[in-house]
């Protein structure tokens, strides 16, 4: 079970671009995903720790987080994102 980071294709962008934004101050915080979540980054550096792993996202990167995931999100710089759960 691990977090997906990518470069969006055009298409994805473009259906993101449709969703919500959600955003969130520098913090430190646990999280657990009861579905699976798809997020673009508008602004903002995150890294997330799960399962003695850690994966880092920035601006621009598509990310998903699988169902059942339980982790630690530190965000370094303000985040606001694009996102919706699947």
């Excluded at 980071?5 to 473009?14: C, D, I, L, M």
């Excluded at 671009?17 to 969130?24: D, G, N, R």
């Excluded at 913090?27 to 003695?52: A, K, N, Q, R």
């Amino acid at each position: 079970m691990d977090v997906i980071v990518k470069k969006p294709t055009p298409a994805e962008k473009q259906a993101m671009e449709k969703m919500p934004v959600w955003s969130c101050g520098e913090s430190e915080f646990d999280w657990h995903y009861d579905s699976e979540e798809i997020c673009l980054l508008i602004e903002g550096e995150v890294t997330v720790i799960y399962d003695d792993k850690s994966v880092s996202f920035e601006k621009g990167d598509y990310v998903i987080f699988p169902k059942g995931l339980s982790c630690v999100w530190k965000v370094k710089k303000p985040v606001q994102k694009y996102y919706v759960f699947k």
